[in-house]
């Protein structure tokens, strides 16, 4: 298989050194339409179709239009790296925007690195994504910047809090690297940690982790998983007896989510890296056509695929200064629009960002709302000072 795969790179390698760069310029989205990461994928779907209309409308790149290709990754590491070798060897793409998971990225951002394909990682935030090779970045926040967030907010709103409940998936590289930070962030509060429950992003029933949870009569319940199964923990937790205060991690930043857990998802305290506030002028023009379009402010994961086709678009126009993107090999210019990116500085929806020496995301300003159910389907993101 590895054998394979070199033999795979080689060739896409020799082929882009050879060719020039087609047009449309191809950009690649790889992100979770289907599976258990849906929920999340399909609102980065939403998100980059939108900055190619908006980016296409506004010249694109020198005149030359920008096509978004897209590839499903579903929820595993198996489709993400098949997806990623369809974006290089058969689409032809100048960079990629993906996967949805960190789990998936840790697999296949190697493939494009090797490659050298740049790509840009609109919502892996675990530890290490960007030091996986010099061709990773991303424009999500690692979970270090956000995660504390949320719990100092908690205090605030419960000075009392002291006992504190903490359930992850274990089968999924964000989450446990988030429950890490969540934990240490607990006990640098002064907060303890009662019980520690694990449980599967495909799990459904929790009532084990939920007993344990009452037991321990907590103040405080901290949740790392996915949007599916989270709203599932949290509708039974609340079902069961709970009344605390929750606070849950970067997969429960999905308005998708409140048709799962309904009226229990009310009160759920999220930290966020993204707010449709947010003053910059790229941020309120996204704001307005995505509400335009669906009746619904922009959830972080959208504004954070429509910010990765951004800083991708704004590089090459940088490079297509210098030389007319038509003019170059694709494989030169994928170098080249590595570096670019790197040391850009970008005005978008998550307002303005660079990147360091290592790919990661240098950004101002971090958020924390609570949730708002309308009825039993519908909800919002009330944003706390």
């Not at 903490?166 to 089968?171: E, P, R, S």
Request: overall charge positive; charged content about 20%.
């Amino acid at each position: 298989m590895k054998r394979t795969l070199s033999l795979l790179l080689l060739s896409a390698l020799s082929l882009a050194a050879a060719q020039k760069v087609a047009t449309p310029i191809a950009i690649g989205i790889a992100v979770a339409q289907t599976s258990n990461a849906s929920l999340f994928g399909q609102e980065q779907v939403i998100g980059a179709k939108l900055a190619e209309k908006f980016l296409n409308a506004r010249g694109g790149v020198g005149g030359t239009p920008i096509k978004l290709v897209f590839q499903d990754t579903s929820g595993d590491e198996a489709g993400a790296i098949n997806a990623f070798q369809n974006l290089i060897s058969k689409d032809n793409v100048v960079g990629i925007v993906g996967p949805t998971l960190s789990q998936q990225a840790f697999s296949a951002d190697p493939i494009a690195d090797r490659a050298k394909v740049p790509v840009i990682g609109p919502s892996n935030t675990a530890k290490g994504i960007p030091q996986i090779g010099a061709y990773i970045s991303r424009v999500s926040a690692p979970v270090t910047a956000i995660a504390p967030n949320a719990l100092k907010q908690a205090l605030k709103i419960n000075p009392k809090l002291k006992k504190v409940a903490v359930l992850y998936a274990q089968n999924d590289a964000f989450s446990t690297s988030e429950t890490g930070i969540f934990q240490q962030t607990a006990k640098d509060l002064d907060l303890n940690i009662a019980t520690v429950q694990k449980f599967q992003t495909t799990d459904n029933d929790f009532t084990t982790q939920v007993t344990a949870v009452l037991g321990e009569n907590v103040d405080l319940v901290i949740i790392s998983g996915l949007a599916n199964d989270s709203g599932n923990l949290i509708k039974q937790l609340r079902q069961l007896g709970y009344k605390g205060l929750i606070v849950g991690g970067n997969g429960l930043n999905s308005s998708s989510m409140f048709p799962i857990c309904g009226q229990y998802c009310d009160g759920v305290i999220v930290a966020q890296a993204y707010s449709p506030t947010q003053s910059s002028a790229a941020n309120q023009l996204f704001a307005r056509e995505y509400k335009a379009q669906y009746k619904k402010d922009p959830p972080q994961f959208a504004a954070q695929a429509y910010t990765g086709v951004q800083v991708f678009v704004d590089a090459l126009k940088v490079l297509d200064h210098k030389r007319k993107i038509a003019d170059w090999d694709l494989g030169e210019l994928r170098v080249a629009l590595n570096k670019q990116i790197l040391i850009g500085k970008y005005k978008t929806p998550l307002g303005e960002l660079s990147f360091d020496k290592d790919g990661d995301i240098v950004q101002q300003a971090f958020y924390v709302a609570q949730i708002k159910m309308k009825d039993a389907k519908n909800g919002t993101f009330v944003f706390l000072k």
